[in-house]
Every structure is written in C-alpha cells, then in structure tokens.
C-alpha cells in the first residue's frame, strides 16, 4: 500500500502521526500535573481560608490570608501551643532513626559482606523477611512491649521502632552497592596491617558515601512520614511528635481546620527539601540496590 | 592466636607475607570471625527485641482459636475482609499497571517530560498522613474541593463521597493509586532504563516497532520485575493502615475498613487487643504464600529487593 502513496504524502502522514503523538503526550502531561498537585493545592486552599468553621467551597481562595500561618508560628491556638517543641521532636525522632540506621546498617552489611561470615546468609534473610513485613501488623505488640521495656510515651520506643524497620532496608542496598567495590582493597589493608574496625572506618565508610546517605535519607523520611507507631506509643503533649499533634485536631470539638491544614504544611515542607535537594541519592538508592533486576 | 604473633605478623613486609600467605589467611579468618560478630551485635540486637519479640508475643497474643469464632460471627469482620480483599487487588493491580505504562512515557528524555516527573514523584516523599487528609477533605460534602469542581463543571451538588460505601471504597483506591504510583513509576523506569538499546534495534530490524515493541520485547524483559514488584506491594497493601484511617476512616458506619485500621479500632478503641491481633493474623493465611512465592521468584531470578 505505501508503494502507491507519493513520498510528499507519506512525509505530510508521518508529520501528521508525530504531531498527534505529541499533542497526546501533552494531554496527558497536563493530567499528571493536575492529578499530582491536587491534592497539595487543597492544603493551601484550606491553609489559606480565614474562614475556618465555614468553607465556602470556592475554588481559589477568596482572600488569601496567611493568619493561620502566623498562628501557627506564634503558636497562640491551644492545640499547637507547643508546636515548635513537636517539630523539634520530630527532626529529633528522624535525626536520630537516620543516625542509628546508618550505623548499625553500615556495621552489619560490613560484616556480613566483607569479612565474610559463614552462615551470615541467615541474617540477610531474616532482614529481607522484616523488609517484607507490613509493620502495621506489629504495631499492637509492639505498645505492649514497649509497656514491658518501660519505654511508654518516650521518642525512644518510636526510634527503636524506625530503626528496627530501617535498617533490613539499609543491610540489603549497602550489600548490594558494596560489590562495587574491590575485596582486593580490604585485602591490601589487612596486609597493610588494618584491622577490621580500620578499614571499615578508612576504606568502607568514605567509598559507600553515596549509598549511605540513600539509606539516611531514606531512614530519615521514614521516621519524619511515618504515623501509627507515634500516635500509639506517644501521648503527651511534651512528647509527641507533629503527626500525632496534627490528628489531635480531629478529637477536638473545635475544627479549625485552616490551622491543622497550615500545620500540615509546614509539616511537609522539610521531606520536600529533602526530596528536591537529594532528589539524585533517593532515586540512586531505589536503583542501586532497590527492587531492580 | 596469641596477640604478639598476631603484631608480629601485621608488621611483616607485603613480600615476606605473599611467601606465607595461607597460614596468615587462616589465622586472620579466626579474627575475621569474632569481628564479624560483634559487627553485627548491635543489628541482632534491635532485631530480637524489636522485631522477633513482637512477632512472637503477636502470635501468642492471636494464639487462641476463640478468638477467630469471635471474628467471624462479627459481620463487620466480614465487610472487613472483603474490602482488604478488593483493596488488594485492585489497588495492587490497578496501580502497577499505570506505573508500568507510564514509566514507559518518563522515557521521553525531553526537558518537560523530566521536569514533570521530578513533580510527579512528590506524592512519594509527602507524608501519608498529610496527603490523605487533604483527600479526606477534598470529598467532604458541600464544601469539598471536589464537590466545588463537580459544581463548576455541571452546576449540580456532587455525589455524597463518603455516605456511599461503594464510592468511599473507591475513593480509598483511587488515594492509594495516587501515593504509591508515582514510587512504582520510578521502579519500572529505572528496571527499563537497564534494557540495552541493542535490543531494541535489533527487535526493529525484525519489525517489531510501536505497541508490538512493547508485547514483544519491553514486557517479557520486565515480566520478572513486574512479577516480583506485585507480590511485594501486595504483602505491604495488606497491612496499609493510614489510606483509609484517613480518606474514609471507615465512614460510612464503618463499612469501608481493612484489616489494619478494623484491628486498631478493637485494639484502641475497643479495648479488645487480642482481638485485634488476631484480625491481623487473620491475613497470615495469604501473606505467608505470597511471602514464599516471593523469596523463591527472588532466588530464582537474581533480582534485588
């Protein structure tokens, strides 16, 4: 058939063909924008509404007004009158899950994937069965437990939680990012006179650099994401964290739905500095390691 | 081993340690070892006693039979079970399969197609809790954002999201769909991104181009992948708690729960924890298979969690 058609009317239909691609592609481009942002435009939209018993549905705000951003700074609403002492708490539970999970991470996999233990096999598989595990299901154990260790309402129990989730994840991308690096340059230091502590300090942190600020970054939006494990195990005002302040919103007879909406807000606003400044070492973490073949 | 052999040993030059190299790698062997465990000391430490112990006290917590009586004469239980059931499968599904084809169109290199991507990923890093009582929000009634689009467009009140159970399901879905596709997206990029291009020139020379490039090449090429991101979504979606705690929280009357959020309630608000526990273990039954179908897919095919 394309033997008949002169070569000007086959350009003009391919032409056609890529235009409509294009044109396709637009379209849908235009969705995922619109699909993607809604529901962070409805945070704003909400924040931004002075108006808090009576939404008027509108879909812009009438007169945007940052108040319930200065009340929330100011913290002069009951509900969040401790709220910059919760957002330390937060950046403490997520600073501290980070830590912890690079350390003891980096510590494992450095056992397991340099020194070669036998049997160490039966580690990795235990943490890709945690891996796997939906931790919802723990988390009713988990209060009691934390009763038993005497941990009840103390940011430790949700670290040691965050951790105790983490690091499987963190064991598996550094064993895998670690065959990148040569046996022969651990051997050479043992030669050389290193021990074990030496060159995991000297020669395995510096070159897993990448690698260990994917699983830090990854440990750190865990924690800082993360909700059933704090509002279970946290209840005081001193000790909770912004989650669990934000739902207290939700118990309350009140709604002044505006603040909870500018609290959440600010509550979003460090994973997307994350996001958009280690955007590279999130996505190499999934890629290096993560689930590719 | 004594200490002094071992310094005297360290301290030898690399040329006398070459001419005695089997002996000095057996002796650091033994060394290697207990290094080796005290490495580890810390990991095995927070994984019996945050991770074994919970599973094991869980189990005995769910261990009497009486108490999966109770959960079945529960018609709520019943409702509950159906919907994690629906969720599961067509959350799962539905999800990777949009995340396949469309990390086929993020394969567009174009400056737009990128910058877009880099927005599309954010539902990824924003916290569930966050998200979802946005969208919670956004299908309240009267003033709703979605109500107040649905006016816009046909001038008429929008449907009552959260009164009916079967479009407070969906809702739940469609929230879940949003969160998690864009993470899945990324995976299948970065799995067809690692297809060389010979591959696909040499599929061209055969004919294959457009839609049979896909069937032909692309799929059987990410069959395993997608295979093993499925099971490993579906074992996770069956444990999602804050989905529907936050866009239906089980309205309407609580029709519209999953296992995760139907145990939390009769754990905490209840003051049933047993039976909660063993709401939750009740899903043991399909997690175990998919567990094991999973590990045996992943020794099989070399792939990397």
Not at chain 1, 33 to 62: C, I, K, Q
Not at chain 1, 156 to 162: D, E, F, K, N, P
Not at chain 1, 164 to 179: D, M, N, S, V
Not at chain 2, 183 to 206: G, H, K, N
């Amino acid at each position: 058939m394309s033997i008949a058609l002169t070569p000007l009317v086959r350009r003009r239909r391919r032409r056609q063909r890529r235009f409509l691609t294009k044109a396709a592609a637009i379209g849908l481009g235009i969705f995922l924008l619109v699909w993607t942002l809604l529901p962070v435009y409805n945070m704003l939209l909400m924040a931004l509404d002075s108006d808090a018993d009576e939404f008027t549905g509108s879909l812009w705000p009438p007169d945007p007004d940052f108040s319930s951003f200065a009340s929330v700074w100011n913290e002069d609403y009951w509900l969040m009158a401790h709220f910059w002492h919760q957002f330390a708490n937060s950046l403490y539970l997520g600073v501290a899950t980070m830590g912890l999970t690079v350390l003891i991470g980096s510590l494992a996999s450095f056992a397991l994937s340099r020194l070669r233990l036998r049997k160490g096999w039966i580690i990795t598989d235990f943490a890709l069965l945690t891996y796997v595990l939906p931790t919802a299901f723990l988390a009713i154990p988990f209060v009691h437990i934390m009763h038993r260790y005497g941990l009840s309402d103390s940011l430790w129990s949700v670290i040691a939680a965050m951790v105790a989730f983490a690091t499987p994840y963190a064991i598996l991308i550094l064993h895998q990012y670690g065959k990148l690096i040569p046996m022969e340059l651990d051997e050479s230091a043992k030669v050389d006179g290193a021990s074990p502590w030496q060159i995991y300090l000297r020669i395995y942190l510096p070159l897993m650099a990448p690698a260990l600020v994917a699983v830090g970054v990854y440990a750190l939006l865990l924690a800082w994401n993360e909700y059933l494990y704090q509002y279970l195990l946290l209840s005081s005002t001193r000790n909770m964290t912004v989650a669990v302040a934000i739902n207290q919103f939700f118990d309350s007879d009140e709604a002044p739905w505006n603040y909870m909406m500018a609290i959440a807000v600010i509550y979003s606003l460090p994973p997307i500095a994350i996001y958009f400044g280690l955007r590279r070492f999130m996505v190499a973490g999934l890629t290096m390691g993560g689930v590719k073949g | 081993m004594s200490s002094t052999q071992q310094v005297l040993t360290f301290g030898r030059s690399i040329v006398a340690e070459e001419s005695r190299r089997p002996r000095w790698h057996i002796r650091l062997q033994g060394s290697d070892t207990s290094w080796a465990i005290a490495f580890l000391i810390p990991y095995v430490a927070i994984f019996v006693a945050f991770v074994a112990y919970p599973v094991v006290f869980g189990l005995w917590m769910g261990a009497s039979p009486t108490l999966y009586g109770l959960l079945l004469s529960d018609p709520r239980y019943v409702t509950t079970a159906i919907n994690t059931l629906l969720f599961v499968a067509i959350g799962v599904n539905v999800k990777m399969f949009l995340a396949f084809l469309l990390s086929g169109f993020f394969m567009n290199r174009s400056w737009w197609v990128r910058s877009l991507l880099v927005i599309y990923l954010l539902p990824w890093a924003l916290p569930g809790l966050v998200v979802f009582t946005s969208i919670h929000f956004m299908l309240v009634t009267q003033w709703g954002l979605l109500d107040s689009l649905w006016r816009a467009v046909t001038g008429d009140d929008g449907p009552l999201f959260l009164v009916s159970t079967a479009m407070a399901m969906t809702a739940n879905i469609v929230a879940y769909i949003w969160k998690w596709m864009p993470f899945w997206t990324l995976i299948f990029l970065a799995a067809r991104m690692s297809i060389p291009q010979d591959i696909y020139d040499a599929a061209e020379i055969d004919g294959a181009s457009g839609y049979r490039r896909l069937i032909y090449v692309t799929f059987p090429l990410m069959a395993n992948i997608y295979l093993i991101c499925t099971l490993l979504s579906c074992v996770w979606t069956l444990g999602d708690f804050p989905t529907v705690y936050f866009v239906s929280s089980g309205a309407p009357a609580r029709t519209t729960d999953v296992l995760a959020t139907y145990g939390f309630h009769e754990a905490f608000d209840f003051g049933y924890p047993n039976l909660g526990v063993a709401a939750m273990m009740s899903a043991l039954p399909l997690l175990i298979p998919l567990v094991i179908l999973l590990m045996r897919r992943v020794r099989a095919t070399g792939v990397q969690l």
